[in-house]
Each structure stands twice: as C-alpha cells, then as structure tokens.
C-alpha cells in the first residue's frame, strides 16, 4: 500500500528557512508528478510548487524566488525549501503525488499535512 508522509514544518520567525520533505513507499513503481498544497483554515486549498518526473518546476506567485522544490527518485523523496518565510505562508502543507503502484496502478496521493507557523 502507497503511504505519501510530510514532515519537517514547524514554528519559525519571519524570514526564516524551514524544509519540508515528502516520503513516498509502498509499492511504487514509478512517481510521476509531485506537487505542495497549502492551506489556511477556511480558506480553498492552493497550488505553492510542483515538479514533474523529469524535474521540471512550476510555482505559484507568492512563492517564487522564495520556495525552491526538488526531487530524489532514488529514494523517493520530494522536498520544498522555503527561505525569506512570511506571516502569511502560514498554513498546512500538503504533499500530492501521482504514482504508479503495483497494487493500484497510476492514483494520486495525498498526506497528512505538516503545519507551517510563521511568527511576526
């Protein structure tokens, strides 16, 4: 069974670093693209990052020249270095993969979350 875990948020001061990491296992034969979420209380859940396979990156406005994204395939890992950290980047990260397994084919996961606080 795929797992997708995030860690590595925490509470940081404003202008601060903090590096969230995602864990894929599982059965996996390949992950294809892989994408951060966040999301404030209330409020729709919205793209920060996103790479694909071949490592090619995309991001949103607020997180350019901010937040870099990047990928380990050998251990399936995908990582979100965020420096220069706002009040408002505050929210619960999220890691979304789509993977292809050999229990269920190509499927996109979603983890838990990992809550980043930024303090004034």
């Known amino acids: 069974q795929v797992q997708v875990v995030e860690s590595g948020g925490g509470l940081v001061q404003a202008g601060g670093s903090l590096r969230l990491s995602c864990a894929a296992s599982?059965?996996?034969?390949?992950?294809?693209?892989v994408a951060w979420h966040r999301q404030v209380l209330g409020k729709q859940r919205e793209l920060v990052a996103g790479i694909t396979s071949g490592g090619s990156t995309n991001y949103a406005d607020s997180a350019k020249g901010r937040f870099t994204i990047s990928r380990d395939n050998r251990k399936n890992m995908v990582y979100l270095q965020m420096n220069s950290l706002k009040p408002d980047d505050t929210a619960v990260y999220y890691c979304?993969?789509?993977?292809?397994?050999?229990?269920?084919?190509?499927?996109?996961?979603w983890g838990q979350g990992t809550q980043v606080t930024v303090s004034s």
């Open positions: 979304n993969a789509l993977i292809y397994s050999g229990d269920s084919g190509l499927k996109t996961y």
């Open positions: 599982g059965s996996i034969i390949s992950i294809n693209a």
